[in-house]
């Protein structure tokens, strides 16, 4: 018989659906059952790409009496983290202050006011290297609960008001300069790995953010350090496992330091932050590898995510079916020697093992390899390679895939218009653009309602309960704001006015100029949740800065400038000391000590070779931050066109700054020397 969660449309949620545990979902009246019988909820927070939440799942919430146990003594709440940002963040942060640990899955013993008072992630069906059996747990905090709840209670007011406390250092009102700037720069070269790229050890994760930074960096100064951090993390990922060889995209991290094996779920978030970096990295070198790597990963986005709505799928699991019918990790992409014979022949398999690094012993599990492409001496046939490539990718593909999880998240589908919308305009190819002009109708006619609020997630063309949280209006707005400047149509600019119109309204705090990471009309929680620092993806708060920057630029609004300069005071507090986790805000703070430049191109018609010439050359500038207008003589389709006349009847551009202008150009030589950095 299923339970409450068979009516949810979150594929997490639903892969709860039929377990005997009485599951509800996060709602009013969960919390209301709880008082009415005097039960603590158990919070259970996941998504639906966890290995350990699926773990979890089996060996507990499976299991009959452990079921049992939840139901006569908990109100049981499960969450997909992804639909509910902000319930994860403001009990992560409690368990991350507890414990000194978070991750997923999340386990939280709440009173029933919401107030938490027993923190964990993971636990197993029996006691194992030091941690109690999930049983033990249930048990312990069922005895607590019965007999000691005033000391209970006691504890759960204590860790509220220690998270009131709590408070961000939000710098103040000045912007971060040159100084910090650069700062920034000589801690994360303290923390840089030079013989592997990438920063810290292991886990290691994809530093999209903190690249962006560096390429900008790069850009403004001139610093070599800077691209060559930038260029050589690119290139180690690209070669290592973290990145699939066949397919394209990237892996969620990597578990050791050298990017060989990965944590295998893909995430729509990392690839979209990816491919639009390594699209940057092209622009700034020119590097060959990295234009493959941004198509391949935007291939692999349009042709594995895609949905039939026209948006982005949310991820593909980590997990898949051997074969042998085990759910295993992995199992959709690793190798061994002999499955590479059996699908290349005898001479080819020595060919591929020796080009992408399998080995007898294999680098990941029972003897299999994870396909990387190792440094090594020697010249391979590009021919013979691709071949290869090709017949092992058919191959894989019979394979039995990966589960996806088909719920569109705004903000990360905002990321992905963003990137689809560059690379299809560097490398022309316009079936991208159209991919992201289609995620973005989806966004507009399913998730904005009429009063342009956002909707965080749809699924099957069913837009989800929960509203959008601070980074669905900033990614979103960020998508949109480049999807104009790509296609040169200003609706792109109106909706992102819109959606950071919202922005000012519900999410700045008017005193501090702070941002909330959810709206002054939401849901009250134990605490409103506000992270300034990046996570998977940029934090809410620095990207709302930086689409406000981007959307000043294109229509001169100093309040939406203001609010982003206001915004990136927190940047000058934190990117001197911990730029890892503010990439994203570094990388704004680029853009704002550039101008950010504004580029206006006008032309007889859109259609025109030399219009065409200078849009993609002003694409192609590799100032921070710069925003793009292109219309026709006299348009009133972008701010940045009025009063910008023709040259000689020929198409012209223009190039502004902090309200000084270039003499207008008709060169691309020109234009391509005045965005150069």
Not at 7 to 25: C, G, K, R
Request: glycine residues 10%; aromatic residues 8%; negative net charge.
């Amino acid at each position: 018989m299923p339970n409450r969660l068979a009516h949810e449309t979150s594929p997490y949620l639903l892969q709860h659906a039929d377990n005997p545990v009485d599951w509800w979902p996060w709602s009013a009246e969960a919390f209301e059952e709880a008082r009415t019988s005097g039960r603590p909820v158990l919070l259970s927070v996941g998504y639906s790409s966890c290995h350990w939440c699926h773990v979890l799942a089996a060996e507990s919430f499976e299991d009959e009496r452990t079921a049992a146990y939840m139901n006569e003594h908990f109100v049981n709440v499960k969450v997909d983290r992804e639909e509910r940002p902000d319930v994860d963040a403001v009990y992560m942060e409690a368990v991350q202050a507890a414990t000194g640990q978070g991750g997923w899955p999340m386990t939280v013993f709440l009173m029933p006011d919401g107030e938490p008072f027993y923190f964990g992630t993971y636990f197993p069906p029996v006691p194992r290297q030091g941690m109690p059996s999930f049983r033990q747990v249930l048990e312990g905090v069922h005895g607590a609960w019965t007999d000691r709840r005033d000391e209970v209670a006691e504890v759960a007011g204590k860790i509220v008001r220690d998270l009131a406390a709590r408070e961000i250092s939000y710098g103040d009102a000045r912007t971060p300069g040159d100084e910090e700037l650069a700062q920034a720069l000589l801690a994360l070269t303290r923390e840089y790995d030079a013989r592997r790229g990438g920063f810290g050890g292991a886990p290691k994760f994809p530093p999209s953010m903190v690249v962006e930074f560096l390429l900008r960096h790069h850009a403004r100064t001139g610093s070599e350090g800077a691209l060559q951090m930038a260029q050589d993390t690119c290139e180690r990922m690209a070669r290592g496992g973290i990145y699939d060889q066949l397919g394209g995209g990237f892996a969620r991290y990597s578990v050791d330091r050298d990017w060989i094996v990965p944590h295998f779920e893909k995430m729509l978030y990392d690839n979209a932050l990816l491919c639009r970096v390594y699209a940057h990295l092209w622009r700034t070198t020119g590097s060959e590898s990295a234009r493959r790597v941004a198509l391949e990963t935007a291939d692999f986005m349009v042709r594995e995510l895609r949905t039939d709505e026209g948006g982005f799928a949310s991820a593909l699991d980590a997990d898949s079916d051997d074969g042998n019918g085990r759910h295993v990790e992995g199992a959709y992409y690793v190798w061994t020697p002999a499955q590479l014979a059996e699908v290349l022949g005898e001479q080819d398999a020595e060919l591929a093992a020796a080009y992408f690094g399998v080995t007898a012993e294999g680098t990941f599990e029972e003897g299999a390899s994870v396909l990387q492409l190792p440094q090594q001496e020697g010249v391979f046939d590009a021919e013979k390679v691709a071949s290869v490539r090709a017949r092992l990718f058919a191959a894989r593909g019979l394979r039995p895939a990966p589960g996806r999880d088909d719920k569109v998240v705004a903000a990360w589908n905002g990321l992905a218009i963003a990137a689809l919308a560059e690379t299809g305009a560097y490398f022309d190819r316009p079936d991208l653009v159209e991919a992201a002009v289609s995620a973005a109708d989806l966004l507009v006619r399913l998730h904005l309602d009429e009063h342009a609020r956002l909707s965080r997630t749809s699924k099957d063309g069913r837009t989800g309960a929960n509203a959008g949280v601070l980074e669905d209006y900033a990614d979103v707005a960020e998508g949109f704001l480049a999807l104009a400047s790509v296609t040169g149509e200003g609706v792109w600019l109106e909706f992102a006015g819109l959606l950071l119109d919202h922005v000012l309204a519900g999410f700045v705090d008017p005193g501090s100029g702070a941002l909330f990471d959810t709206a002054v009309d939401a849901e009250k929680l134990i605490r409103r949740p506000q992270d300034p620092t990046d996570n998977a993806t940029p934090s809410g708060w620095t990207a709302a800065a930086g689409a406000l920057l981007g959307y000043a630029a294109q229509t001169g609004s100093e309040p939406h400038r203001a609010a982003a300069q206001r915004a990136l005071g927190v940047v000058k507090a934190l990117g001197p000391r911990v730029p890892r986790f503010i990439g994203w805000g570094l990388a704004v703070a680029e853009a704002l000590l550039d101008g950010p430049r504004e580029v206006a191109i006008v032309g007889p018609a859109l259609d025109d070779p030399a219009t065409r010439a200078l849009h993609r050359t002003a694409l192609l500038g590799t100032a921070p931050g710069a925003v793009v207008a292109v219309g026709i003589a006299e348009s009133d389709e972008f701010p940045l066109l009025s009063d910008r006349p023709l040259v000689g009847g020929e198409a012209t551009a223009y190039v502004c700054r902090n309200f000084t202008c270039d003499a207008p150009t008709t060169e691309k030589e020109r234009l391509r020397e005045a965005l150069s950095g």
